[in-house]
Structures are given as C-alpha cells and as structure tokens.
C-alpha cells in the first residue's frame, strides 16, 4: 500500500538521513540527503572507492541502510513486506557489465524478469524494439556487438515497465561511439517514458546528460550542480 504522502507532486526518490558502514568500520555512506524529481536525470560522480554503488543498491533496495530512509514515489521502502517484487515492479538496474546469460536468446533474457506473464514475449519483443534490438531478439549475447548486448540489458531492465531506473557505470565497457548512443537511449527512456534516472558514471560526457550532477566523495555529497547545458527541470531544488 501507498502511504499518504503518496502523490503526484512527490519526489521520485526521497533519500533523509542515510548511512551504511560496512564491517571494517569502513564508512561508505555518512549522512546522504538527496531527493530526485520525477522524470528526472540525475548523475552522480564521485572517485572510486567513494561509495556510489552502494548508495545506488541501498536506493535500489538490493541493500539495507543503517540508518536512514529512502522513499520511492511516497512509499517508505522499509515498510515494504515484498521487497523483491517491490523492485521487479518499480525498479530497474543496469550494471557496467551485461550479466546477460550466454545460452539465451536476447528475447528470452529479457523476458526472463517477466517469467510466466502470458504476455512475457510480447513485453520482451517490445522492450527490445524500443532499445532499436528488434531484429536481434533470436540471437545470443556472444552473437552481437558489446553496444547491442548492453542495450539488451537496458530492455531487460526496463521490460516491466518501471518508472526508475538506476544505472551503476553503465557505459564502463563501451567505447565512446557506443557511449553515445546508449546515452541517447537513456535520454530516450526519460523524454519518452517518462522515467526517472540515476547514473552513476565516471565520463563527463554522461555527466553532460543528465539534469542536475551530483559531486560524491567519502560517502558524501559535496555538491549538486545543476547542468546549465541540460536543465530542463529548472525548478528541481
Ligand atoms: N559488500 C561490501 N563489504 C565491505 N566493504 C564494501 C562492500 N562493498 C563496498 N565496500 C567498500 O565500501 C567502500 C565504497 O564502495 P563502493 O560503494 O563500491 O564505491 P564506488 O562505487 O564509489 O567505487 C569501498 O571502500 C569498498 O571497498
Ligand atoms: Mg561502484
């Protein structure tokens, strides 16, 4: 069930108060405030070790905060009883490598979320058209170029339709002209779906993207920049 503060003109992502220290006292996230509009991009940068992919997976509910709490459209992810149906539904991932599975077809990868939905291939053949992979959707991930088999991972992420989606180095593995087009995708799923995105990223041509760039350091934010090139969501605060 939604709470009451469940509405439109809530943020996608409320994040108050976060902190996770992993054993060895090692403090990736120290006091993380962060809220993400909807229909947002949102790109987070930050040195390696800083602790970027851990706030992402404690966003995406993959791991749990210490303290803290995280909001997703209105509803307190600490409250949710099915927390993995809670993500299949409203969340979708993309990690720097594929982990598509070599002996599937593209089309039975990306279903492979959707499992049992009488219309799973139907929503699969979908997903992979709008990642531009509709005359793939036979072939195995061995059997197409680094750029296709990660835009297959983006269909497998958004083929239930969720209305976030968070990105952890994304474009890592791909040369640049590959980056360039899966950014167009990304810009793509947030202009014509509607969704709202994280990004974590080391390129500032990703960076470049997004909406608003949020510096990251010592499991911190430093500072959220708004992207003068980029900001059509002025009035996110
Ligand atoms: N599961 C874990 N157990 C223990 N330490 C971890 C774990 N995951 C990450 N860390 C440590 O937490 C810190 C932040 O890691 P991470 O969130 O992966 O940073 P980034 O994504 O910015 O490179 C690093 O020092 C890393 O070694
Ligand atoms: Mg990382």
């Known amino acids: 069930m939604l709470d009451s503060e469940t509405s439109a003109s809530s943020p996608a992502i409320l994040v108050e108060g976060l902190y996770k220290t992993y054993p060895g006292k090692i403090e990736a996230v120290r006091g993380v405030d962060l809220s993400v509009a909807d229909g947002e991009m949102l790109a987070i940068m930050g040195k390696s070790g800083s602790g970027k992919s851990t706030l992402l997976n404690l966003i995406g509910t993959l791991d749990r905060p210490d303290k803290g709490r995280i909001k997703i459209h209105g509803q307190d992810t600490s409250s949710i009883s099915n927390l993995a149906r809670f993500r299949r539904e409203e969340i979708g991932f993309v990690f720097q490598l594929h982990y598509l599975l070599p002996h599937l077809s593209l089309l039975e990868n990306v279903a492979l979320p959707i499992q049992g939905k009488p219309d799973a291939q139907m929503l699969a053949t979908e997903a992979l058209e709008q990642v531009g992979l509709g005359h793939r959707i036979r072939h ?98």
């Open 140 to 237: 195995v991930p061995t059997k197409v170029s680094g750029g296709e088999r990660q835009r297959a991972a983006i269909a497998r992420a958004i083929v239930n339709r969720p209305r976030v989606l968070l990105a952890d180095e994304p474009t890592g593995n791909v040369d640049s002209e590959i980056e360039s087009t899966l950014l167009d995708l990304f810009q793509a799923l947030q202009s014509e779906l509607g969704m709202t995105l994280i990004v974590v990223t080391h390129e500032p041509t990703v960076a470049e993207r997004a909406n608003r760039i949020v510096h990251y350091k010592d499991g911190k934010i430093e500072e959220i920049a708004p992207n003068p090139e980029n900001a059509v969501l002025k009035d996110v605060k």
